[in-house]
């Protein structure tokens, strides 16, 4: 039995819309889980801003690696965070679906080429972004890298949704283009409305990136002081570590002390300094409580393969020379002369500082020929490096991390190590 022309044609129709339905679902999905994943970093980040202090972290669980150092002060574009503009995107995207699905008999098509249009450009923003992690000295986001995924996934789909070639889609946005830049101005009532659409969906995400500045803005005016219970309760959510320790970490307090400290940290690092200064006192006024064992994790990359370039360069040579210093039993001397340095004017002229760790040994009367043999040393080169990869089997990501009975501190100031000896010394724990 013949089939007719019409026919063929009908039921070549119908498999290519059943076609395009077919990828317009994933654009749904992966619209979807975009939105998630930027809702869940916006939410981190929001709450890093307050100070509120968060148990749930599921980079660490899933990936093995945390994601708030995407959460920094260089995690914002003009107020915003990253993630709040990823959320201001998915959303533009997802009302173009609604859209597209409400209105099809005007918007259908249209919808999914402004979709693989806003895709395009997005997908440009992921490369730019893509590119500054490769450049930047902080460790990648996981979730990050999904939503860049997600990103090119969601325009392969667009265009497949199209049923188009990529010429004819080009031809539609050329025209759009036109009508938008007033060189038409004779198109029907039904390309006004298209036009409105894509607006509509632009509003939402106008909204979505408004409320996202407003919300930013607020957390970064007025901290919030976490209550002593949520610190508590997030310090015993984490997960003890086992730290190995060895003979040669030079130690303040007692090995027997009920409050086990371990920090790593970096000398030319000025939270550090600020760090080390509170565990001093904590030490004083903690004597039989708390003792402090320090692990050196310098975040250059001449000694740290965890950094792709130097963030702080002379960092590693004032490592080695506390080593070196700790040989003659100065090391917290010298430690405490580091900090005290002032690390602006060196910059990174590392022939500036080497003559200046001279005379510091020389000020301690330290035996300065010995003290420069061993900071070049072998056994002092293989110790610093024990000690970072140590910190990196703990998945340490920055300076200062401290580590309190095993358990990592979030947000370490002098509070909240204050509140959380004064749990563990309690008789109920």
């Not at 893509?130 to 392969?156: Q, R, Y």
């Not at 005379?359 to 072998?378: C, K, M, P, T």
């Amino acid at each position: 039995m013949s089939i007719s022309c019409d026919e063929q044609s009908t039921r070549t129709q119908r498999e290519g819309q059943h076609h395009s339905n077919f990828w317009l679902m994933y654009c749904y999905a992966l619209t979807a889980s975009g939105m998630v994943l930027s809702a869940y970093l916006l939410w981190r980040m929001l709450a890093q801003i307050s100070g509120v202090p968060l148990s749930l972290d599921l980079c660490s669980a899933i990936f093995g690696t945390g994601c708030d150092h995407a959460s920094s002060t260089r995690s914002l574009l003009l107020g915003v965070p990253l993630a709040g503009w990823g959320l201001s995107y998915f959303s533009t995207l997802a009302a173009l679906l609604l859209l597209g699905l409400l209105y099809s008999e005007d918007f259908e098509f249209e919808s999914r080429v402004a979709i693989l249009v806003f895709g395009l450009i997005g997908l440009a923003c992921s490369i730019g972004l893509v590119s500054k992690m490769f450049l930047d000295t902080e460790p990648v986001c996981p979730v990050c890298w999904l939503i860049h995924g997600v990103n090119l996934a969601i325009v392969f789909c667009a265009w497949k949704s199209t049923g188009k070639s990529l010429a004819e889609v080009a031809g539609v946005t050329i025209t759009a283009v036109k009508y938008l830049m007033g060189a038409e101005a004779t198109y029907p009532l039904s390309a006004k409305r298209r036009v409105l659409y894509i607006f509509c969906a632009l509003g939402l995400g106008g909204f979505v990136y408004q409320w996202s500045l407003v919300q930013a803005t607020i957390r970064r005016g007025v901290e919030r002081i976490a209550a002593p219970q949520e610190i508590v309760e997030a310090f015993k959510a984490t997960q003890p570590e086992e730290i190995r320790l060895s003979t040669y970490d030079s130690r303040l307090g007692s090995s027997s002390a009920p409050i086990q400290l371990v920090i790593f940290s970096d000398f030319q690092c000025p939270a550090c300094q600020y760090t080390a200064e509170v565990l001093g006192e904590l030490t004083d006024s903690h004597a039989d409580k708390v003792s402090v064992v320090f692990k050196h994790f310098p975040l250059c990359s001449q000694c740290n393969p965890l950094l792709k370039k130097d963030l702080h360069p002379l960092a590693g040579l004032a490592a080695q020379a506390c080593l070196a210093a700790a040989q003659q039993s100065k090391f917290w001397a010298f430690h405490d002369a580091l900090f005290a340095a002032d690390w602006e004017l060196l910059g990174e002229h590392t022939e500036l500082f080497e003559p200046q760790l001279l005379e510091l040994a020389a000020q301690l009367n330290l035996d300065v020929n010995r003290f420069e043999l061993d900071r070049r040393s072998s056994p002092v080169q293989d110790r610093l490096s024990a000690d970072i990869e140590e910190g990196l089997r703990l998945k340490v990501q920055g300076t200062p991390t401290i580590f309190m009975n095993g358990r990592l501190v979030t947000r370490p100031s002098q509070r909240t190590l204050e509140i959380l000896i004064e749990h563990l010394c309690s008789p109920d724990v």
